[in-house]
């Protein structure tokens, strides 16, 4: 079975959805222009009841040593690195903040995916997402969607993440076509721009279940 992540959680009713649910893994965002951004603090508290039985992520887009530093408060398991960083910065982090690493690979082309080699064994897991169009204001989390097919048949030391415009609804063609061992959705399970509906964040983990 799949494993699943609910990203960009920011209060108690959908961080429980996602115990509920039994979601591999949860994810606060600390991207300022994210609709779904919290404060460190905040994501300790939501997270205190999930410590232990999920495993915590902190989404960051090349974060400075202050931010990574004020994410002790939270004490993620893991650091989700979305932006530019290289290997050399993502080792740095490692050895910064003792949290294991995602690194997220923008992918539009089967190209796209050959920067994972970079990256493998160096962090935890690799995720590959939908590359977002030049104009977008982030760079994650916006629904972008790729070729699935892409992921078929590749495997690196460690289990990886599909990610990008997943839902309840395209789930179980998106694991079918891709092989992934891991998925992970954001928007797919909102009912507006940063508002996670507990039905849905539900209604995706059984399809995940279910697949
Ligand atoms: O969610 C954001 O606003 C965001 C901003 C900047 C970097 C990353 C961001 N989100 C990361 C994610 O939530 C995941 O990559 C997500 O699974 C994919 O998003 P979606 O296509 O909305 O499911």
């Given at each position: 079975?799949?494993?699943?992540?609910?990203?960009?959680?920011?209060?108690?009713?959908?961080?429980?959805?996602?115990?509920?649910?039994?979601?591999?893994?949860?994810?606060?965002?600390?991207?300022?222009?994210?609709?779904?951004?919290?404060?460190?603090?905040?994501?300790?508290?939501?997270?205190?009841?999930?410590?232990?039985?999920?495993?915590?992520?902190?989404?960051?887009?090349?974060?400075?040593?202050?931010?990574?530093?004020?994410?002790?408060?939270?004490?993620?398991?893991?650091?989700?690195?979305?932006?530019?960083?290289?290997?050399?910065r993502a080792a740095a982090i490692r050895a910064r903040t003792g949290a294991g690493l995602i690194k997220v690979l923008p992918v539009a082309t089967a190209h796209d995916i050959d920067a994972a080699n970079h990256f493998d064994g160096l962090v935890e897991h690799l995720m590959f997402e939908?590359?977002?169009?030049?104009?977008?204001?982030?760079?994650?989390?916006?629904?972008?969607?790729?070729?699935?097919?892409?992921?078929?048949?590749?495997?690196?030391?460690?289990?990886?993440?599909?990610?990008?415009?997943?839902?309840?609804?395209?789930?179980?063609?998106?694991?079918?076509?891709?092989?992934?061992?891991?998925?992970?959705?954001?928007?797919?399970?909102?009912?507006?721009?940063?508002?996670?509906?507990?039905?849905?964040?539900?209604?995706?983990?059984?399809?995940?279940?279910?697949?």
């Amino acid at each position: 079975m799949a494993g699943a992540k609910i990203c960009g959680l920011s209060t108690a009713e959908t961080v429980a959805a996602a115990l509920e649910g039994r979601a591999e893994f949860i994810g606060f965002m600390f991207f300022p222009k994210s609709p779904r951004v919290v404060d460190p603090e905040t994501a300790a508290r939501l997270a205190a009841p999930a410590r232990g039985k999920t495993r915590i992520v902190a989404v960051t887009v090349d974060s400075d040593d202050a931010l990574l530093d004020h994410l002790a408060v939270l004490k993620p398991d893991l650091i989700q690195l979305h932006g530019q960083e290289t290997p050399q910065r993502a080792a740095a982090i490692r050895a910064r903040t003792g949290a294991g690493l995602i690194k997220v690979l923008p992918v539009a082309t089967a190209h796209d995916i050959d920067a994972a080699n970079h990256f493998d064994g160096l962090v935890e897991h690799l995720m590959f997402e939908g590359r977002p169009p030049p104009d977008a204001d982030r760079p994650g989390g916006i629904g972008a969607k790729f070729d699935w097919g892409l992921l078929a048949g590749r495997r690196w030391q460690k289990p990886h993440f599909l990610a990008g415009g997943l839902n309840p609804w395209n789930v179980q063609e998106a694991l079918d076509q891709s092989g992934a061992p891991i998925v992970d959705v954001s928007s797919g399970v909102e009912r507006g721009a940063g508002l996670k509906d507990p039905g849905l964040i539900s209604a995706f983990l059984e399809a995940v279940r279910r697949a």
